[in-house]
């Protein structure tokens, strides 16, 4: 019995969830077709969770999972381009043309999806950004030149927590492109997302009592995010989220964690996405999208 994922013709971090409730139970127990053929679009946020999701299964040492290939070629080229395609090859069974990736001179992709297993690799991503960093946030977005120290920071806090919290390696990818749909303006987007054991197990055993029968996937998500606790004892770790949310205060961004079957968001006025929302279908680790956009007067 093989069970079909269908991938949503717009996969981004609000669709997510009808694909996370596609795989019904983790481990799935049965062999998995994620089927990509009518994919139209996809954010780095819906990219790295695919991956996520393969990832997940290999480490359950379940049947690996089949992955059809988009039927658009323009989908399949950017696809290829960001550098989904190589790792996905690694973690699917590909069926269906997947084309090479070709260099395209200046792009808007920061960041290809990137694996992250080590803070090596922590210290690579933000080299690696810092370069386009100052060309696309100041240039294009008309941000202060000091937003590239804040964005830099904000993304490696959001990677350390894949190698200081998960207990397995996870995925990041940031992309600039236009947000038409809820603000009409450019956005700069990190994300990040790992299939490691979560917010709430994370902290179960040093925060989970205060909380009593109020515990859960949300609850922890709301101590990570609002309150800045952590599972260290040392006050001076885990303060990550609380520079984010001062970098993304003061350029009316937006951060969104979803960990087992809650998501939490910190939501600007631009937005109109729920703050909480939970009983969503279970789906691993952690997954994080940090939104940060344009400056009004650069439409």
Known sequence: MTRVIEVPTHLDDHSFDQFAAGFDAW??????????????????????????????????????????????????????????????????ELHGRVPKASATGPSDVLLDVTPIRAMDDVHQVVEKVNEAALRILHGELGLERNATMRF??????????????????????????????????RVAV??????????????????????????GDGAALEAALIQGVSRFRDPSRGQGFAGIKGFLDRWKGKISIRSGTARL??????????????????????????????????R
């Open 27 to 92: 481990p799935p127990e049965e062999k998995l077709l994620v089927d990509a053929r009518g994919a139209q679009w996809a954010s780095p946020y819906g990219l790295i969770g695919m991956l996520t999701a393969g990832q997940a299964v290999a480490e359950a040492r379940r049947e690996r999972p089949l992955l059809t290939v988009p039927t658009s070629d323009e989908v399949k080229r950017y696809w290829a381009r960001v550098g989904f395609f190589r790792h996905a090859a690694e973690l699917f």
């Open 152 to 185: 830099s920071m904000a993304l490696s806090e959001a990677c350390q927590n894949i190698v200081e919290h998960a207990g397995t390696s996870g995925w990041v990818g940031v992309q600039v492109y236009s947000f038409r749909r809820r603000l009409g303006r």
């Open 190 to 215: 990190i994300a990040v997302s790992d299939a490691g054991v979560g917010f709430r197990r994370s902290l179960e055993s040093t925060h989970a009592k205060r909380f009593g029968d109020r515990w």
């Open 265 to 298: 968001s910190i939501v600007p006025a631009w937005d109109d996405d729920v703050p909480l929302a939970d009983h969503l279908a279970f789906f691993p680790g952690a997954q994080v999208q940090i939104t940060i956009p344009a400056h009004e007067e650069s």
